[in-house]
């Protein structure tokens, strides 16, 4: 079946700190979507991004569709970039319908 | 996201009563959508909408059922709750086709 993949699955960086996040995906997507799950477990909407590159303050992100992977780059890191990580993607031929990988958990120290 | 909303946000129920839990939106999207959060597994999809009484299951929807009777309610229904229902249920909206999902607050669901 469809299958959505991060790495690193944690992840612990002292603040100032630059980190790439990972997401493989199986099939073709014509969706992708970045989040961030705060510690309080609202899922907050970082990128749109079935392709391409965008970038938003001090986060970026990155899908390269024909390879199958997204990227998520997160520069001079704060402590309230802690928490989790979710990439989702809608595959063709599965209508509106989010896969979503497990996560990178984010713990950002002083 | 400001425009959808999910009541309540906390139910401690016991094993075998009925429950619902609402979702509300007002951004008129035509899809809605129900996921499950549990460790290990991210959110998974229990069922979703694409429009007025138009629903279908997704990869988890044994022991749910779903109903939307108007565009901007989508109700979700454990008939006979059990433990392993015990999850926190996010709620997420959407125009048609691959756009972009906004996620409610999530209701956390503790089944006894």
């Known amino acids: 079946g469809i299958q959505v993949e991060q790495s690193p699955p944690d992840l612990i960086l002292q603040e100032g700190a630059n980190s790439t996040l990972r997401c493989n995906f199986s099939d073709s997507v014509n969706n992708l979507q970045w989040f961030h799950q705060n510690p309080w477990g609202q899922l907050i909407n970082l990128f749109y991004?079935?392709?391409g590159t965008k970038q938003n303050g001090r986060l970026s992100a990155t899908t390269v569709a024909t390879e199958r992977y997204s990227l998520l780059y997160i520069s001079s890191s704060q402590t309230t970039d802690s928490g989790v990580y979710f990439c989702?993607?809608?595959?063709?031929?599965?209508?509106?319908?989010?896969?979503f990988g497990t996560g990178t958990r984010l713990q950002v120290t002083l | 996201d400001a425009g959808i909303t999910q009541s309540p946000r906390h139910k401690v129920t016991e094993t075998g009563t009925p429950v619902t839990l609402r979702c509300h939106q007002t951004?008129?999207?035509?899809?809605m959508y129900w996921y499950r959060q549990d460790p290990g597994h991210g959110l998974r999809l229990i069922h979703y909408?694409?429009?007025?009484?138009?629903?279908d299951k997704g990869e988890v929807s044994d022991g749910y059922s779903v109903s939307r009777s108007k565009t901007e309610d989508f109700l979700l229904t454990l008939e006979s709750a059990t433990s392993s229902q015990t999850s926190v249920y996010f709620c997420a909206m959407g125009r048609a086709g691959p756009y972009e999902q906004y996620f409610g607050p999530g209701t956390r669901l503790t089944v006894t």
């Open positions: 909408s694409y429009g007025v009484k138009d629903t």
């Open positions: 989702a993607g809608c595959f063709t031929g599965t209508a509106s319908k989010l896969t």
């Open positions: 991004i079935p392709s």
């Open positions: 951004e008129n999207h035509r899809y």
